[in-house]
């Protein structure tokens, strides 16, 4: 059984930082790439970050460049997002993806002063 569960979330003031992360299990984590997406209040949920098998293969999309950073352990069946220089519109539900079809139950960050 396939299960993502995302952590770290929560409410930082603009300019702060968190790191998200999402435990993996249920599939051979290390063959896989991982994403980041977000639902931001009243919109559809996009696509943040992905990161392939290894670190050096990561993509962002062009709003966070810069400010995040998707990495993994595969030791650890785990990735994570770091996030820098937080904004106000970064405030979303934060959600896992992988496999395809699989997501998290979601990570709640609120930026606000």
């Known amino acids: 059984q396939v299960t993502l569960v995302e952590s770290g979330g929560g409410l930082v003031?603009?300019?702060g930082s968190l790191r998200l992360s999402c435990a993996a299990s249920g599939f051979t984590f290390s063959r896989?790439?991982?994403?980041?997406?977000?639902q931001a209040p009243g919109k559809g949920r996009d696509w943040v970050a992905s990161i392939g098998l290894t670190d050096d293969s990561a993509s962002y999309t062009d709003s966070v460049k810069g400010r995040f950073t998707?990495?993994?352990d595969n030791a650890k069946?785990?990735?994570?997002l770091q996030m820098t220089?937080?904004?106000p519109e970064d405030t979303a539900v934060y959600y896992c993806y992988a496999l395809?079809?699989?997501w998290g139950q979601g990570t709640q960050v609120t930026v606000s002063s």
């Open 77 to 80: 069946n785990t990735v994570y």
């Open 13 to 15: 003031q603009p300019g």
């Open 70 to 72: 998707i990495s993994r």
């Open 85 to 87: 220089n937080l904004k």
């Open 32 to 38: 896989y790439i991982m994403r980041w997406y977000r």
């Open 100 to 102: 395809s079809g699989y």
